[in-house]
Protein backbone atom coordinates (compact mmCIF):
# COMPACT_ATOMS: atom_id res chain seq x y z
CA UNK A 1 0.00 0.00 0.00
CA UNK A 2 1.11 3.27 -0.70
CA UNK A 3 2.21 5.54 2.30
CA UNK A 4 -0.46 8.04 3.02
CA UNK A 5 1.46 10.23 4.43
CA UNK A 6 2.83 11.71 0.84
CA UNK A 7 -0.28 13.44 0.22
CA UNK A 8 0.38 16.57 1.97
CA UNK A 9 -3.38 18.44 3.66
CA UNK A 10 -3.79 22.29 3.84
CA UNK A 11 -6.35 23.33 6.06
CA UNK A 12 -8.39 26.46 4.95
CA UNK A 13 -8.28 25.73 1.29
CA UNK A 14 -9.78 26.63 -0.81
CA UNK A 15 -11.83 28.20 2.03
CA UNK A 16 -12.00 28.66 5.43
CA UNK A 17 -12.82 25.20 7.07
CA UNK A 18 -12.15 23.00 4.68
CA UNK A 19 -9.07 20.50 4.88
CA UNK A 20 -7.56 19.79 1.06
CA UNK A 21 -5.65 16.76 0.49
CA UNK A 22 -2.78 17.86 -2.02
CA UNK A 23 -1.85 14.62 -4.06
CA UNK A 24 0.85 16.98 -5.68
CA UNK A 25 3.18 15.92 -2.72
CA UNK A 26 2.78 11.91 -3.67
CA UNK A 27 3.10 12.56 -7.71
CA UNK A 28 7.03 14.50 -7.02
CA UNK A 29 7.67 11.18 -5.29
CA UNK A 30 8.33 8.95 -8.24
CA UNK A 31 8.31 5.78 -5.76
CA UNK A 32 5.10 6.61 -3.83
CA UNK A 33 3.45 7.14 -7.13
CA UNK A 34 4.02 3.90 -8.87
CA UNK A 35 3.29 2.17 -5.41
CA UNK A 36 -0.22 4.23 -5.61
CA UNK A 37 -0.65 3.30 -9.25
CA UNK A 38 -0.27 -0.30 -8.12
CA UNK A 39 -2.62 -0.08 -5.54
CA UNK A 40 -4.70 1.21 -7.81
CA UNK A 41 -4.32 -0.65 -11.08
CA UNK A 42 -4.73 -4.07 -8.76
CA UNK A 43 -8.61 -3.16 -8.16
CA UNK A 44 -8.82 -1.85 -11.98
CA UNK A 45 -8.09 -5.77 -12.55
CA UNK A 46 -10.36 -6.93 -10.60
CA UNK A 47 -13.35 -4.53 -11.81
CA UNK A 48 -12.37 -5.43 -15.61
CA UNK A 49 -13.32 -2.62 -16.99
CA UNK A 50 -14.13 -1.97 -21.09
CA UNK A 51 -13.18 1.59 -20.74
CA UNK A 52 -11.48 4.63 -18.10
CA UNK A 53 -13.34 7.44 -17.10
CA UNK A 54 -11.63 9.75 -15.09
CA UNK A 55 -12.72 13.49 -13.87
CA UNK A 56 -10.65 16.24 -14.23
CA UNK A 57 -8.08 17.62 -13.08
CA UNK A 58 -6.59 15.43 -10.91
CA UNK A 59 -8.11 11.86 -12.17
CA UNK A 60 -6.04 13.40 -15.30
CA UNK A 61 -2.87 12.31 -13.36
CA UNK A 62 -4.01 8.48 -12.92
CA UNK A 63 -7.24 7.64 -15.14
CA UNK A 64 -4.91 7.64 -18.63
CA UNK A 65 -1.88 5.20 -17.14
CA UNK A 66 -5.08 3.04 -15.64
CA UNK A 67 -6.39 2.62 -19.32
CA UNK A 68 -3.10 1.80 -20.85
CA UNK A 69 -2.34 -0.42 -18.90
CA UNK A 70 -5.14 -1.99 -18.82
CA UNK A 71 -5.47 -2.30 -22.32
CA UNK A 72 -8.66 -0.07 -22.62
CA UNK A 73 -9.62 3.58 -23.94
CA UNK A 74 -9.67 6.61 -21.31
CA UNK A 75 -12.49 9.04 -21.81
CA UNK A 76 -12.30 12.71 -20.04
CA UNK A 77 -15.19 14.30 -18.14
CA UNK A 78 -14.13 17.73 -18.21
CA UNK A 79 -15.62 21.18 -17.25
CA UNK A 80 -17.93 22.72 -18.88
CA UNK A 81 -16.89 24.49 -22.31
CA UNK A 82 -13.74 22.50 -22.35
CA UNK A 83 -15.09 19.74 -24.95
CA UNK A 84 -15.26 20.90 -28.66
CA UNK A 85 -17.76 18.14 -29.88
CA UNK A 86 -21.88 17.56 -28.33
CA UNK A 87 -21.78 16.38 -24.96
CA UNK A 88 -24.23 15.71 -22.22
CA UNK A 89 -23.53 17.87 -19.01
CA UNK A 90 -24.64 17.56 -15.39
CA UNK A 91 -24.95 20.02 -12.81
CA UNK A 92 -23.59 19.54 -8.79
CA UNK A 93 -23.24 21.46 -6.05
CA UNK A 94 -20.28 23.07 -4.76
CA UNK A 95 -19.60 24.88 -1.17
CA UNK A 96 -20.26 28.02 -3.06
CA UNK A 97 -22.60 27.60 -5.82
CA UNK A 98 -23.29 24.86 -8.52
CA UNK A 99 -20.85 24.09 -11.52
CA UNK A 100 -20.96 22.00 -14.93
CA UNK A 101 -19.34 18.81 -15.57
CA UNK A 102 -19.50 16.97 -19.56
CA UNK A 103 -18.91 14.27 -21.57
CA UNK A 104 -18.48 13.24 -25.28
CA UNK A 105 -21.66 11.98 -26.32
CA UNK A 106 -20.02 9.63 -28.37
CA UNK A 107 -17.07 8.96 -25.70
CA UNK A 108 -18.80 5.49 -24.28
CA UNK A 109 -20.42 2.12 -26.11
CA UNK A 110 -23.85 0.79 -24.09
CA UNK A 111 -23.19 -1.75 -22.19
CA UNK A 112 -19.60 -1.55 -21.18
CA UNK A 113 -18.21 -1.95 -17.95
CA UNK A 114 -17.01 1.66 -16.77
CA UNK A 115 -14.47 2.41 -14.53
CA UNK A 116 -14.68 6.06 -12.95
CA UNK A 117 -11.84 7.49 -11.34
CA UNK A 118 -11.44 10.34 -9.37
CA UNK A 119 -9.19 11.19 -6.39
CA UNK A 120 -10.86 12.04 -3.56
CA UNK A 121 -14.46 11.08 -1.93
CA UNK A 122 -15.53 13.96 -0.14
CA UNK A 123 -18.83 15.37 -0.42
CA UNK A 124 -20.31 12.90 -3.61
CA UNK A 125 -21.21 15.42 -5.06
CA UNK A 126 -18.94 15.61 -8.23
CA UNK A 127 -18.59 11.62 -8.58
CA UNK A 128 -22.35 11.62 -8.79
CA UNK A 129 -23.06 14.15 -11.82
CA UNK A 130 -19.73 11.81 -13.42
CA UNK A 131 -22.58 8.62 -13.18
CA UNK A 132 -25.55 10.84 -14.51
CA UNK A 133 -22.80 11.50 -17.43
CA UNK A 134 -22.11 8.38 -17.60
CA UNK A 135 -25.82 6.34 -17.08
CA UNK A 136 -26.41 8.26 -20.73
CA UNK A 137 -24.46 5.38 -22.48
CA UNK A 138 -26.28 2.77 -20.23
CA UNK A 139 -23.30 0.53 -18.88
CA UNK A 140 -23.13 -2.55 -17.98
CA UNK A 141 -22.35 -1.93 -14.45
CA UNK A 142 -20.11 1.27 -13.32
CA UNK A 143 -16.97 0.97 -10.85
CA UNK A 144 -15.82 4.22 -8.82
CA UNK A 145 -12.01 4.01 -7.18
CA UNK A 146 -10.70 7.19 -5.66
CA UNK A 147 -7.45 7.28 -3.84
CA UNK A 148 -9.15 8.65 -0.85
CA UNK A 149 -12.50 8.55 1.18
CA UNK A 150 -13.55 11.16 3.67
CA UNK A 151 -16.10 9.06 5.25
CA UNK A 152 -16.93 11.82 7.47
CA UNK A 153 -18.61 13.51 4.75
CA UNK A 154 -20.87 10.44 3.80
CA UNK A 155 -19.97 10.95 -0.29
CA UNK A 156 -20.52 7.08 -0.39
CA UNK A 157 -24.70 8.18 0.74
CA UNK A 158 -25.00 9.51 -3.03
CA UNK A 159 -23.24 6.53 -4.47
CA UNK A 160 -25.37 3.78 -3.23
CA UNK A 161 -26.18 2.48 -6.88
CA UNK A 162 -22.44 2.20 -7.86
CA UNK A 163 -19.57 -0.02 -6.49
CA UNK A 164 -17.41 2.50 -4.85
CA UNK A 165 -13.43 1.40 -3.87
CA UNK A 166 -10.78 3.35 -1.80
CA UNK A 167 -7.51 3.26 -1.49
CA UNK A 168 -7.44 4.75 1.73
CA UNK A 169 -10.54 5.67 4.22
CA UNK A 170 -10.41 8.76 6.32
Known amino acids: ?16 GIKFYDITTLLKDAAEFQRAMDDLMAVAKEVRPDVV ?8 FFGPTLALQLGVPFV ?11 TYSAEYALEY ?8 QDAIGENQRILLFDDVLATGGTMRA ?3 LVNNF ?3 AIDTLFLLELSALKG ?12 VKL
Do not use: W, Y
Open 1 to 16: MFDFSKIRTIDDFPTS
Open 53 to 60: VALETRGF
Open 76 to 86: PIRKKGKLPAA
Open 97 to 104: GTDKIEIH
Open 130 to 132: AVQ
Open 138 to 140: KPA
Open 156 to 167: RDKLQDVNVHCL
